[in-house]
């Protein structure tokens, strides 16, 4: 739904946006190993991708950071797009979790790109878990897109394991964060299957008929 122009800030869940820009499997493992090949020359921690060819920038472990220099990029794009009307007009788009939407850097990057009006797409994926800590003890709110109208924001929000609603609603957003110069955003309500990382224990934190029940019946293959 994206163009290649667009420049993507990506968590740490967003490689199928990488490899489906042309990322091969080689590079993936090229930086996962440090090697001589890697990109960022084994300056960063395994599944920190980046690729300048392909508008990717180089994923940064703290939380929420990406956000506002997304921000940032978006507003160069649209200052881009003044000085040269004629060229193809692109949009900035950064993803995170729930957990991101708590940190301060949200506010910032959804206070500024508000007021500059840049062509930029939040996109938030709410999969209930910041970690082990839950969506409960995070907000008391109608979780995260309800709080664009707050910021003077455009927002919607998605199935976010329905493949097709997905594609959808961005290819939606990013024609009106075009038309309008001004950011959208997007919650994507999904969830996390796996535990958080190889060092994550999720049994823990949430009971295992939860995640068989989410495993039957909301996986995006299921669906």
Partial sequence: ALSPQDVVFAQYREQGILMWRGFTLEQFCNQCFSNQLDLGKGRQMPVHYGCRALNYQTISSPLGTQLTQAVGAAYKLKLDAIANPERESAVSIAYFGDGAASSVDFHSACNFAATLRVPMIFFCRNNGYAISTPVSDQYS???????????????????????????????????????????????????????????????????????QTATDVSDPLVR
């Fill in 141 to 211: 709110g109608d979780g995260i897109v309800s709080r664009a109208p707050g910021y003077g924001m455009n927002g919607i929000r998605v199935d976010g394991n329905d493949v097709f609603a997905v594609h959808s609603v961005v290819q939606s957003a990013r024609k009106l964060a075009l038309e309008t110069s001004s950011p959208v955003m997007i919650e994507a309500m999904t969830y996390r299957q796996g535990h958080h990382s190889t060092s994550d224990d999720s049994t823990r934190y949430r009971d295992s008929d939860e995640v």
